[in-house]
T-cell receptor, first 113, second 114 residues
Framework: AQKITQTQPGMFVQEKEAVTLDCTYD???????LFWYKQPSSGEMIFLIY??????QNATEGRYSLNFQKARKSANLVISASQLGDSAMYFC??????????FGKGTRLSVIA | DSGVTQTPKHLITATGQRVTLRCSPR?????VYWYQQSLDQGLQFLIQ???????AKGNILERFSAQQFPDLHSELNLSSLELGDSALYFC?????????????FGPGTRLTVL
């Protein structure tokens, strides 16, 4: 069974600093995808970044990067140069082939000026 | 803007009633997913359709049903509503056969059952 764990209910970061949001996962399938989504207070779910289990390099998308440590089954999201607009809930999710996304409980990030 | 549209944005109704939530996927996406987000349960997968056919079922109650039409839009029907059905309902779409199957979410429908 799939499982996603986000151990940080809330995080604070100073504007312009980098922050790491933790995510660990559990699967026995060698093929899977890992995703991060952002949910601002307005409610929409915004896709941020994807990492495939066979990808050799860590994924990056602008200020977002995914620190993928396969042996540890972790897929931490790193946000560089935090901005006030980054304040939101962040969800880690995983998908095995032909199965739906399974989400973690999320981490609420607050960026402080 | 993800390209996925959902209507209505807000819905307030009473217990025992029936409502229909509507979703239009991104152009070209064949898969539609429905999720429920509540404070106590988090984000829960309900059901997936692919090109009109049910593909996967999650924690969807028997009082809930969904379908995907030939034009690929989807509807989620919720009946005999209970207070606990109050939640944010998301529709997401993906292009099957895409690199990863990343799903793009609509803005959600916030359902309040009084």
């Amino acid at each position: 069974a799939q499982k996603i764990t986000q151990t940080q209910p809330g995080m604070f970061v100073q504007e312009k600093e980098a922050v790491t949001l933790d995510c660990t996962y559990d699967t026995s399938d060698p093929s899977y995808g890992l995703f991060w989504y952002k949910q601002p207070s307005s409610g929409e779910m915004i896709f941020l970044i994807y990492q495939g289990s066979y990808d050799q390099q860590n994924a990056t998308e602008g200020r977002y990067s995914l620190n993928f440590q396969k042996a540890r089954k972790s897929a931490n999201l790193v946000i560089s140069a935090s901005q006030l607009g980054d304040s939101a809930m962040y969800f880690c999710a995983m998908r095995e082939p032909n199965t739906p996304l399974v989400f973690g409980k999320g981490t609420r990030l607050s960026v402080i000026a | 803007d993800s390209g996925v549209t959902q209507t209505p944005k807000h819905l307030i109704t009473a217990t025992g009633q029936r409502v229909t939530l509507r979703c239009s996927p991104r152009s070209g996406d064949l898969s539609v997913y429905w999720y429920q987000q509540s404070l106590d349960q988090g984000l829960q997968f309900l059901i997936q359709y692919y090109n009109g056919e049910e593909r996967a079922k999650g924690n969807i109650l028997e009082r809930f049903s969904a379908q995907q039409f030939p034009d690929l839009h989807s509807e989620l029907n919720l009946s005999s509503l209970e207070l606990g059905d109050s939640a944010l309902y998301f529709c997401a779409s993906s292009a099957n056969g895409g690199r990863s199957g990343e799903q793009f979410f609509g803005p959600g429908t916030r359902l309040t059952v009084l």
